[in-house]
């Protein structure tokens, strides 16, 4: 239950709990952003922007960077299913890229293929030229199939290419935070908050996994950094209101008690 709990406040909480205008998604597994401005929109605008790029799609779908972008916003306003199908449109196009196949292996698990996401996510991938945003993105898919120990060693992977990546680190505390472990993925979060190039998202998962310890006025105040106080507030209500109606923070507290005195 406890898994299912922190999974779940995982996506709300990102998503500001469905009221503050923000898009409900996870940061874990991101790959290769095409465009970081996108994690600063709110719903409108993103929609604008999803609007706007469809165009430029309608007009060259063979365009690889278009493709990219639509996709990439057709996510983060929900439409899973309409960005698989434009990835694997883009996939076709381009079959020997690696940052495509990457991108169109996230569509496939937004949409609930992670078998299926984990097989492209391998065929993009070549001993003699290892990726760290595939080693990642496959950590992720693990991470989601339940695969926790085989998640973690391709993180530990994808950070012996790219040391201290903010992304990996992230994605590494996320990994514990769906095992119930939010005092090992505080550390790894903030190690990744303290990187040059974190975004939101990284700050936002940290402010999370304070609030899962039930640190909610310093969640809040990490939280404040990136959202307005309402949002903040909004995201803290529903994590507190959770965590009690399913007995979650007894259960962490039970869990934290018996770490420190073992």
Not at 59 to 73: F, H, I, Q, S, V
Not at 140 to 156: H, I, T, W
Request: a positive charge; glycine letters at 6%; hydrophobic letters at 40%.
């Amino acid at each position: 239950m406890l898994r299912s709990t922190c999974a779940v406040a995982l996506a709300l909480f990102l998503g500001g709990c469905g009221a503050t205008n923000k898009p409900d998604r996870i940061s874990t597994g991101s790959v290769a952003p095409v465009s970081h401005s996108y994690d600063q929109m709110n719903m409108e605008q993103l929609k604008q922007a999803e609007a706007s790029m469809g165009k430029a799609y309608e007009r060259n779908p063979k365009d690889r960077n278009t493709g990219l972008n639509y996709a990439n916003l057709l996510m983060m306003t929900g439409k899973n299913t309409q960005a698989l199908a434009v990835m694997q449109q883009v996939a076709i196009a381009y079959p020997a890229d690696r940052e495509v196949l990457a991108s169109y292996g996230k569509a496939q698990a937004a949409a609930g293929q992670l078998e299926q996401a984990l097989n492209t996510i391998n065929r993009a991938q070549t001993p003699d030229r290892p990726d760290w945003r595939l080693f990642s993105a496959e950590g992720a898919v693990l991470d989601q199939l339940g695969r926790s120990n085989e998640a973690r060693a391709k993180y530990r992977q994808a950070l012996d290419l790219k040391p201290n990546d903010p992304s990996i680190l992230s994605n590494l505390g996320m990994s514990y935070v769906l095992q119930s472990d939010p005092r090992t993925a505080e550390t790894y979060l903030r190690s990744a908050a303290s990187q040059p190039g974190a975004d939101s998202r990284i700050r936002q998962n940290l402010a999370l996994v304070v609030g899962l310890q039930g640190r909610f006025e310093e969640a809040q105040r990490i939280a404040m950094q990136e959202l307005s106080a309402q949002q903040a507030q909004a995201n803290l209500a529903y994590l507190r209101g959770m965590l009690a109606q399913q007995n979650a923070w007894s259960q962490l507290s039970d869990k934290n008690k018996k770490t420190a005195t073992n």
